[in-house]
Every structure is written in C-alpha cells, then in structure tokens.
C-alpha cells in the first residue's frame, strides 16, 4: 500500500533512520497532526453506538416500553455485525461530485457523518411514546451509517502513515472513541437529567406504578440534538484534513472477478490455512462473547427499574466503568504476553460468565449504590481482559493478504449470533424475572469454556 502525502513524519523517527529515537522523541509521535486528527475522528466513531444501543435502552424504558420491545430494538445493532457486506463499495465505488473534491476516502467520512447527524436529530425529536417507529427507523439509520464510517475510518488511518506509526495513531484513536462513549454514556444522561424541568426526585413506586410518567420529552430532545452537534468534531476534521495517498487497485476484468477477489478470496484463504479445524475457530469466534453481549442489552433497563438515576448510571457505569474496561484491558494484555493469549482467553471467558452472577445478586439485593459499584468493578474488569485476548486472538488469525477484510469478517462475526440471541431478552425478563436472566447469562458462558479448550489443544498440537 502506497504511503500517503500527509503527515511527514519528523525527522528525529523517520522510517529510515535505524537509529533507536529517545524517550522524548517517541511521545512526540503523539503530538503530531495524524495523531492528533485520529484522536479527533476516534471521537467521532465512538460517539454514535451507544446512542443507539445502550442509551437508547434507558431512554426507552424510562419511556414505558416494555422490556420485551426493548430487546427486540437491539436488533438494530447488527448493522455492524454485517458492515462486510458493504465494506467493498465503500473502498472501490466514488461517490457523485463529492469525491473528486474531498478523494476516497474523506468523501465517505464525510457523507457517513453527515447522515449519523440528521439521524441523531431524528432521534432528537421523535417521541417513542407515540413515534417508536420513527425513533427506530433513525436508530437504524444511525447505525448503518456509524458502520459505514468505521470502514472508511479503518481505511483512512492505514493509509495515513506508514507501519511505524500505525502504533501512535490506533492509541489515539481509541483513546478519542472512549471518551466518546463517556460522553455519549455518561454525557447524555447528564445532560438529559439537567434538562428535566424538575429534578426527577419522585419515588420510585410511583414510577414502577406508572410507566413512563416521569418520562420527559423536551429533556431527551436536548441531550441527543447536543450529541448530533458533537459530531461536529469529526466533521470539520475530515474538512481540514488532507486525503491519503490514493492506493490504485489493480482492475477487474469483469464483475464476477471483483466479488471474487473482494468477498470469497478472503474466506477461501482462511479455510485453506485452517482446513478442518476452521469451523471449530469460527464456532469460538461467534460464541466468546454471547455471555456479555446478551446481558447488557438488558443492563440499562435493570437500571432503571432498580431506581438508579441518571446521575448514578452516568457516574457509575459509564464513566467508571469504561475506566475498569480500560484498566481490565491493560491487564489482559499484559497477561497475554506473559501467559499466552489462549490461556487468557480461557480466563476472560471463565471471568465473564461468573460476573453476571454478581447481577443476579444486585437483582436480590436493592437499590445500593456501592453494591452497583462492586458489581460494575468485577463485570468491566473481566471484559476488559476477555476483549484484549479477544482481539489479540482475531488478528493472530488474519493473513496479512486480507488483513482489513478478514478481521472486519471476524469482528462482525462475534456479534451475529449474540445480538440476535440478545434481541430475545427482554421477553425472556418478563417471563422469568431479572435473577433468572442473570443466572442464565451466565449459563451461556459454559459451552464457551469447552469451545475454548478444544481450541487450546489443536494451538498446542504440532501441525
């Protein structure tokens, strides 16, 4: 891949200087302009996904939709469980007018930015209480162009810099995408709580006695039009920003040799390199998560219906907890390095499924903050470590021919099975109550620890 015009990297750490660059000079790296623009565009991406998955649950329920009702919404995440679909358009198809004035790569970003912002303003100013339709054809939008810019994103920041800083620029990037999702987690809630035209202090019978009644509009309206302005962020980066280097693709003779050479190659070679221990890798991939995934559809409404406010949701699970996710990460890292990533693999799924026992307990326990804490603790920490073996493992299993594409496969790929599984929660809470749901989460950990055992065994076998 060609290397692109802009950012010229200081000359203290070119990429021909064999020399090994000082402390001083490596932190600079981070202060440079495609550091910093992907510190910028990271915020971007991170803002738009929980708007409509984890926020939007909370709103929903505090709306007076049923449980049921919100499980089934979650479907709308799997948007960037199929992003694959369309991944190819999005690198080869220009788009009309915009392209030869921005280039590739800023014409999508800048198109798929635009459409998350008029689809957040939708969200804004429809009423699920009597608009859920609307509410969820603009949640949908949301998503599908959120995925959309991750493509071109992911696109974007290889071709910004070549292989030496490609370190620098993904730990800006998520370091932007986490404060957006405290921001779009713990921002919304603040800012929707402050809206309220009173503070909402009512007991909490009154509320479980009338759903929705303390649901107010014009207080939501105001927090989601602030998170469709955030974009802005992004936005104008993309404006000021140069295009890459264009990377000429060799042509295709024909149609069946494009779809072949973008969508069956990549697959073809991973079921040539793995053969048959290739459906056993793929049952792994598409089952580590389900015990998290399926859980925290239902996570924001137990919330609510717990009597947590806005300010202690924003506080302790949104702000906090990410802090835990990032701690957890770094400790899971650290391990995989140390112990091997199957090894860590196997404790990430072990501590995953065991922390949702901890909710079974709040479930029994009551409205207690520094029990939501504990519990919040345990629950980030682990996925923190099970997501960093995660991904550790995806890339281990990627050829360097098909990088991009087969990890934006394995990616999407753990999300199918677990967000369709989660899409059923809410009916599943209703039916059988929280302590229940929690217990059964967990359950579905089980099969996962088998799963990664077998998968152990044929890593330490001699192939």
């Known amino acids: 891949m060609s290397l692109p015009d802009a950012p010229t990297p200081a000359p203290t750490i070119a990429a021909d200087d064999t020399r090994r ?18 510190f910028a565009l990271g915020f971007s991406a991170g803002l738009p996904l929980l708007l409509v998955l984890g926020t939007l649950s909370f709103r929903l329920r505090e709306a007076g939709l049923d449980r049921t009702t919100i499980g089934y919404l979650s479907w709308v995440g799997l948007a960037y469980g199929f992003k694959w679909c369309w991944a190819p358009l999005v690198d080869r198809l220009p788009i ?19 459409c998350i912002v008029a689809a957040l303003c939708g969200m804004a100013l429809a009423d699920p209480r009597s608009q859920l339709e609307l509410v969820v054809w603009c949640a949908l939008a949301v998503a599908f162009a959120s995925a959309t810019q991750d493509i071109a994103l992911d696109a974007f920041r290889i071709e910004s810099a070549d292989a030496r800083h490609q370190g620098a620029l993904a730990a800006t990037y ?29 007991a909490v019978a009154q509320a479980a006695a ?21 974009m802005s962020v992004g936005v104008v980066t993309v404006l000021f920003s140069r295009e890459p280097t264009r990377v000429e693709l060799p042509p295709a003779r024909n149609l ?56 202690e949701v924003a506080a302790v699970t949104k702000v906090y907890g990410v802090i ?57 920490l682990s996925a923190g470590v099970a997501s960093a073996a995660f991904i550790a493992y995806l890339s281990s299993l990627t050829n360097v021919s098909y990088s991009a594409t087969q990890y934006a496969l394995f990616s999407s790929m753990m ?15 209703d039916a059988f109550d929280y302590p229940t749901f929690f217990l059964s989460t967990a359950a579905l950990g089980l099969p996962v620890l088998v799963i990664v055992a077998m998968a152990s065994r044929w890593t330490a076998s001699p192939r």
């Open 96 to 114: 009309p007018g915009l392209t030869r004035l921005l280039g590739r790569r800023r014409s999508w970003l800048l198109m798929s930015q635009l």
């Open 324 to 380: 835990m996710t990032l701690v957890g990460a770094f400790i899971g890292g650290a391990l995989s390095l140390r112990l091997g990533v199957m090894r860590v693999l196997m404790l990430g799924a072990v501590l995953s499924a065991a922390s949702n026992l901890l909710f079974a307990w709040l479930a029994g326990h009551g409205h207690d903050v520094r029990a939501l804490v504990m519990v919040i603790s345990a629950d980030n």
């Open 21 to 38: 660059p000082t402390w001083g000079e490596t932190l600079r790296v981070y202060l440079e302009p495609a550091s910093l623009r992907m």
């Open 256 to 311: 069946a040799e494009w779809l072949r050479g973008a969508l069956v190659e990549p697959f073809a070679d991973f079921l040539r390199r793995y053969r048959g221990h290739a459906l056993l890798i793929l049952l792994l991939i598409g089952t580590y998560r389900i015990s998290d995934v399926v859980m925290g559809i239902m996570a924001n409404p137990f919330y609510v219906d717990m009597g947590y406010t806005k300010d």
């Open 210 to 230: 009338a759903p929705g009644a303390l649901y107010q509009q014009a207080a939501w309206t105001t927090a989601y039009l602030v998170m469709a302005a955030s």
């Open 174 to 202: 998520q370091t932007g995408y986490r404060l957006a999702m405290i921001w779009a987690g713990a921002g919304v809630l603040w800012l929707a709580a402050r809206a309220e035209v009173a503070p909402a202090v009512a």
């Open 415 to 429: 999300l199918l099975a677990p967000k369709w599984l989660a899409g059923y929660s809410g009916a599943f809470v």
